[in-house]
């Protein structure tokens, strides 16, 4: 049965050995197509060679020599097939080495431990081996994409000493056949750290002008920037620097205000860098780069090498996560010993309703937020200046926690106080973050 479809295949098609082979690919696994189809062949030329010694029939081995391009029928018939063009693949099954080759060639100036060949295949190639399978019912074969997959990864492996990996590899390299285009992917690096943020007046990301939005005008100076630089920026260009990629996206564990400051353990963040060059970078040395960088506005610490997963982790912890703030809250009166009793007891343990806040409404949905303040401590520093400690939920507004907002949060230490409560000054000493 399947000698007969064979031969009414090569009977009307030209096919190379791998595309005949592969219409057959379901069966008789731990071969390659190319072996499978010249397999095919050479029994097809015994039953032809036998027609034609006993009955002088030579169609057979004349189908073989012309469609199947077999060297035994040919020269048995002293023929040429000079013209030889495979019906599906127009040679490109043939080239797979030299295709191999080029991929090499363009990873040259990639550094990966093991990658994965993808296969784009042009229309008119998948039509006519849909048209063939079609034609002759072929139910076990497998695509042209996967062949050409396996066999240049093969091929790859075998000059490169690298292994092919799927479900996570450093690169991945797409072949567009038959222009056979080239295009290398490198998947991106992870990198987690902690920073501590040491100045104020430094916003976590870039801020665009309000009036050009990067372009650059008077009011920036010609920057395009609100602010001269950012935690971003002073992060992420050591690292393009040091991977050799093309641009990085800046993933933080929350953010804090333009104004405070962060100490203490510092706040998660991971670093993706797109189409890295490099990918054993020397972490230790890149966190004394950035710290030296940066000249006293930023420390980094605690470098390593993460995954997206810990992307998604870190930014949904984010929210819940305990974190400890110290405030200098200014007040409308004198602060007495009452007050500090009261508001150490009334935010003990305490539900946060918070609606958000004014200043972010212009980018952020007016939505209810019921945070948590586990716990607060208050030290009076002068008549109407206090400290406060304050240990509470990740996502909680503490500015507005202190002024209310005009009862847009409650409590509220201006309502506890019954007096006019502002925030001077705010730091993050601690992010309770598991990495």
């Given amino acids: 049965m399947i000698m007969d479809l064979v031969k009414n295949m090569l009977i009307k098609y030209p096919l190379c050995d791998s595309c005949l082979g592969r219409q057959f690919g379901g069966l008789l696994r731990g071969i390659t197509n190319k072996e499978r189809g010249r397999a095919l062949k050479l029994a097809l030329a015994l039953e032809g060679h036998l027609k034609f010694l006993k009955e002088g029939n030579d169609e057979l081995l004349r189908a073989l020599a012309k469609n199947g391009n077999l060297q035994f029928a040919i020269k048995l018939l002293d023929l040429t097939n000079e013209d030889f063009k495979c019906y599906i693949c127009e040679g490109i099954m043939e080239n797979i080495e030299n295709i191999a080759k080029e991929?090499?060639?363009?990873?040259?100036?990639?550094?990966?431990?093991?990658?994965?060949?993808?296969?784009?295949?042009?229309?008119?190639?998948?039509?006519?081996?849909?048209?063939?399978?079609s034609e002759f019912g072929i139910e076990y074969g497998e695509s042209i994409r996967m062949e050409c997959s396996r066999e240049i990864g093969k091929e790859v492996s075998k000059f490169t000493g690298k292994n092919v990996e799927f479900k996570n590899p450093d690169i991945v390299v797409i072949v567009s056949i038959p222009s056979l285009n080239i295009n290398v992917n490198p998947m991106p690096i992870y990198i987690f750290g902690r920073y501590r943020k040491l100045i104020r007046g430094i916003p976590q990301s870039k801020w665009y002008c309000s009036r050009c939005w990067g372009k650059g005008c008077?009011?920036?100076?010609?920057?395009?920037?609100?602010?001269p630089t950012s935690i971003e920026e002073l992060i992420i260009e050591p690292i393009l620097m040091a991977t050799g990629g093309k641009r990085a996206k800046f993933h933080g564990a929350g953010r804090e205000d333009v104004d405070a400051i962060v100490l203490g353990n510092g706040r998660p963040f991971i670093v993706e860098i797109k189409e890295p060059k490099k990918r054993a970078i020397d972490l230790k040395y890149l966190e004394e780069t950035i710290n030296r960088n940066a000249e006293g506005?930023?420390?980094?610490?605690?470098?390593?090498?993460?995954?997206?997963?810990?992307?998604?982790?870190?930014?949904?912890?984010?929210r819940i996560v305990e974190k400890t703030y110290r405030a200098l809250v200014e007040i409308g009166r004198e602060i007495s010993s009452e007050d500090i009793e009261k508001l150490e007891k009334s935010f003990n343990s305490c539900n946060i309703y918070q609606y958000t806040p004014t200043r972010v409404l212009h980018r952020r949905a007016d939505k209810l937020r019921i945070k948590k303040v586990y716990e607060m401590k208050v030290r009076k520093i002068s008549d109407r200046t206090m400290e406060l400690i304050?240990?509470?939920?990740?996502?909680?507004?503490?500015?507005?926690?202190?002024?209310g907002d005009g009862g847009r949060t409650r409590p509220s230490i201006a309502e506890v106080l019954g007096t006019e409560a502002k925030c001077i000054e705010l730091d993050v000493i601690s992010i309770n973050e598991e990495d």
């Fill in 390 to 403: 304050v240990k509470c939920q990740g996502g909680l507004y503490v500015k507005e926690l202190i002024s």
């Fill in 297 to 318: 506005k930023v420390e980094v610490l605690e470098l390593k090498y993460s995954n997206r997963k810990t992307v998604k982790r870190i930014k949904e912890r984010s």
């Fill in 103 to 133: 991929v090499i060639k363009a990873l040259n100036n990639y550094e990966f431990t093991n990658f994965l060949i993808g296969i784009r295949v042009s229309g008119d190639i998948a039509e006519r081996e849909d048209k063939l399978r």
């Fill in 218 to 227: 008077e009011k920036c100076n010609w920057t395009g920037k609100k602010y």
